[in-house]
C-alpha cells in the first residue's frame, strides 16, 4: 500500500497551492482520508479529513476558510486546496489512511492511522 503525496513547493505569502495524494495497493474509498502536516521541530499536527463519502470534512481551527480538502474515489485520490498561505504554513505535509475499524471522532490522532504517504514540501516566503 502506498500513498503518494505531490504538489508541494515554494510560494510566497498570499499564495495557494493544491496537494494531492493517490493511493495505490488497496482502496480507501470506504475510509475517511486526512492531511497532517509537520513543521521543523514541532510534533505532526492534524489539518484536514474528509469522510468516506466525501462529504464530511473537518479542519483544524486554525485552517477553517483557507484550506479545504476533498476527494474522487474513482482516482483513489484525496486533495487539499491551500489558499492565502501564511509563513507558518511552512511544513511537510503527510496525507493518511486509517488504520481498521478506526473511528472518524478520534481522526485527529496520529496514532489512528497505519498508512502515510512520505510527505511534501510547503514553503511559504514572508
Known amino acids: 500500500v502506498q500513498l503518494q503525496a505531490s504538489g508541494g513547493g515554494f510560494v510566497q505569502t498570499g499564495g495557494s497551492l493544491r496537494l494531492s495524494c493517490a493511493a495505490s495497493?488497496?482502496?480507501?474509498?470506504?475510509?475517511?482520508m486526512t492531511w497532517f502536516r509537520q513543521a521543523a521541530g514541532k510534533e505532526r499536527e492534524f489539518v484536514a479529513v474528509?469522510?468516506?463519502?466525501?462529504?464530511?470534512?473537518k479542519y483544524a481551527d486554525s485552517l477553517k476558510g483557507r484550506f479545504t480538502i476533498s476527494r474522487n474515489n474513482d482516482d483513489n485520490a484525496v486533495y487539499l486546496q491551500m489558499n492565502s498561505l501564511k509563513p507558518e504554513d511552512t511544513a511537510v505535509y503527510y496525507c493518511?489512511?486509517?488504520?481498521?475499524?478506526?473511528?472518524?471522532?478520534?481522526?485527529?490522532?496520529?496514532?489512528?492511522?497505519?498508512?502515510w504517504g512520505q510527505g511534501t514540501l510547503v514553503t511559504v516566503s514572508s
Open positions: 495497493g488497496r482502496s480507501f474509498r470506504n475510509s475517511h
Open positions: 474528509i469522510g468516506s463519502n466525501g462529504v464530511h470534512t
Open positions: 493518511a489512511g486509517p488504520r481498521y475499524g478506526s473511528s472518524w471522532y478520534r481522526a485527529e490522532l496520529p496514532v489512528e492511522y497505519d498508512y
